[in-house]
């Protein structure tokens, strides 16, 4: 049983409210970009990229910067070099993606080795700190936020249409080229700023479980993303709250809440949707209402 005393000594200290409306903004954010990549088939993607920005965190503990100031720029480069690598190599996605994860993470390993001395904490860069979120994270995250909210809505249409068939987007005038871009170069900058109450490990996790709990819950489009951050928001607070509540760390903690989450939806879309299927078959992507997912 929770106790009332420590709950509400935990929520009076400011590092606690800071870690709370980050992870909840955060969670949020998480959420909205997810549910794309993962009917995108994005999601090994994000893993790549989380993995990697072990890599640019090191750079910047081996020429002496904050790791923080680093990883941004790092994690946009490198999602940009990669997307050019998968559009114009005829291996297949995934495991051009693990070669680039694989690697990059061992070349961190072995720079990490380099390392003398560093003040900070390689297993809170690993695992999640959740005493690292600052007032500038807030507003970094919330304008992230704000940015991805804007950006799929005002191309929602085009969302659907290149989730749907990218061959097809193309055709009627969607900038296939240019949304991939968009949408990559965005979750580079969401991955590279969820580290800090995540970490590197388990930063896809992160991304994909809300989506996925969010894309057995609902059928239409709008309402998976709007589900998919919800999910991503509320079980990121729990997660962060658990943390601070049994000093255990952020990242696996909000993980843990996010795969319960997950698995609850599992139960109810079980028995939700077996009970419709009896009334009314589920529409199917390719032939269905470019709405209905």
Same mark, same amino acid.
């Given at each position: 049983?929770?106790?009332?005393?420590?709950?509400?000594?935990?929520?009076?200290?400011?590092?606690?409210?800071?870690?709370?409306?980050?992870?909840?903004?955060?969670?949020?954010?998480?959420?909205?970009?997810?549910?794309?990549?993962?009917?995108?088939?994005?999601?090994?993607?994000?893993?790549?990229?989380?993995?990697?920005?072990?890599?640019?965190?090191?750079?910047?503990?081996?020429?002496?910067?904050?790791?923080?100031?680093? #990883?941004?720029?790092?994690?946009?480069?490198?999602?940009?070099?990669?997307?050019?690598?998968?559009?114009?190599?005829?291996?297949?996605?995934?495991?051009?993606?693990?070669?680039?994860?694989?690697?990059?993470?061992?070349?961190?390993?072995?720079?990490?080795?380099? &390392?003398?001395?560093?003040?900070?904490?390689?297993?809170? #860069?690993?695992?999640?700190?959740?005493?690292?979120?600052?007032?500038?994270?807030?507003?970094?995250?919330?304008?992230?936020?704000?940015?991805? &909210?804007?950006?799929?809505?005002?191309?929602?249409?085009?969302?659907?249409?290149?989730?749907?068939?990218?061959?097809?987007?193309?055709?009627?005038?969607?900038?296939?080229?240019?949304?991939?871009?968009?949408?990559?170069?965005?979750?580079?900058?969401?991955?590279?700023?969820?580290?800090?109450?995540?970490?590197?490990?388990?930063?896809?996790?992160?991304?994909?479980?809300?989506?996925?709990?969010?894309?057995?819950?609902?059928?239409?489009?709008?309402?998976?993303?709007?589900?998919?951050?919800?999910?991503?928001?509320?079980?990121?607070?729990?997660?962060?709250?658990?943390?601070?509540?049994?000093?255990?760390?952020?990242?696996?903690?909000?993980?843990?809440?996010?795969?319960?989450?997950?698995?609850?939806?599992?139960?109810?879309?079980?028995?939700?949707?077996?009970?419709?299927?009896?009334?009314?078959?589920?529409?199917?992507?390719?032939?269905?209402?470019?709405?209905?997912?």
């Amino acid at each position: 049983m929770v106790d009332t005393h420590s709950l509400m000594l935990v929520l009076a200290e400011p590092f606690m409210q800071r870690a709370l409306l980050g992870g909840l903004l955060t969670g949020a954010l998480g959420g909205v970009l997810g549910s794309v990549a993962v009917l995108r088939q994005l999601s090994f993607f994000s893993d790549a990229l989380g993995h990697s920005a072990l890599l640019g965190i090191t750079f910047g503990i081996l020429i002496g910067v904050n790791p923080t100031l680093i #990883l941004i720029p790092f994690a946009v480069i490198f999602a940009i070099l990669v997307n050019g690598l998968v559009e114009r190599s005829s291996l297949p996605t995934d495991a051009l993606l693990n070669i680039v994860y694989s690697s990059s993470l061992a070349a961190a390993i072995l720079a990490l080795s380099l &390392v003398q001395h560093y003040r900070g904490n390689i297993r809170q #860069l690993l695992f999640g700190d959740i005493l690292g979120v600052s007032n500038f994270d807030l507003v970094v995250i919330g304008v992230l936020l704000t940015a991805a &909210v804007i950006y799929l809505g005002l191309s929602l249409r085009a969302q659907v249409l290149l989730t749907l068939n990218e061959e097809l987007a193309g055709a009627v005038g969607v900038r296939t080229g240019w949304h991939r871009l968009a949408f990559i170069v965005l979750l580079a900058v969401v991955v590279a700023v969820s580290i800090k109450a995540v970490g590197v490990l388990l930063i896809s996790a992160f991304v994909v479980i809300p989506a996925c709990a969010g894309r057995l819950l609902c059928r239409r489009f709008s309402y998976y993303i709007f589900a998919s951050a919800a999910l991503g928001g509320s079980c990121a607070l729990i997660g962060l709250l658990v943390s601070g509540l049994t000093n255990l760390p952020s990242g696996p903690s909000v993980v843990m809440v996010q795969f319960v989450g997950f698995v609850l939806a599992l139960i109810f879309s079980s028995r939700f949707f077996r009970g419709r299927s009896r009334q009314q078959a589920l529409p199917q992507i390719p032939g269905g209402d470019p709405r209905d997912l």
